[in-house]
């Protein structure tokens, strides 16, 4: 018998693609959120709407929070693996 050696780990291959997804998705959806609370606030603030421009201050936030945390956590898996 022939034994044929593994060139492509296709299960190593797979899990890299779906991280790389879910975090370009995860990443995206968190600078969006900033980038639209930010503007949220900007144009309610303008019109002095306060309850508005709080809840678009308090999305901006949350939205750089998360981008942060996911930064951190991609830095966190470059670096302990």
Excluded at 13 to 25: F, K, P, R
Excluded at 50 to 64: E, H
Aim: proline residues 0%; charged residues 10%; glycine residues 8%.
């Amino acid at each position: 018998m022939i034994a044929i050696a593994t060139i492509v780990d296709w299960e190593a291959l797979l899990d890299t693609a779906v991280a790389s997804l879910v975090g370009g998705i995860v990443v995206t959806l968190a600078a969006s959120t900033a980038i639209y609370g930010a503007a949220t606030f900007a144009d309610a603030r303008r019109e002095e709407h306060l309850a508005a421009a709080a809840r678009g201050a308090a999305l901006a936030v949350l939205g750089t929070l998360a981008l942060a945390a996911a930064i951190a956590a991609g830095l966190y898996v470059m670096i302990s693996g």
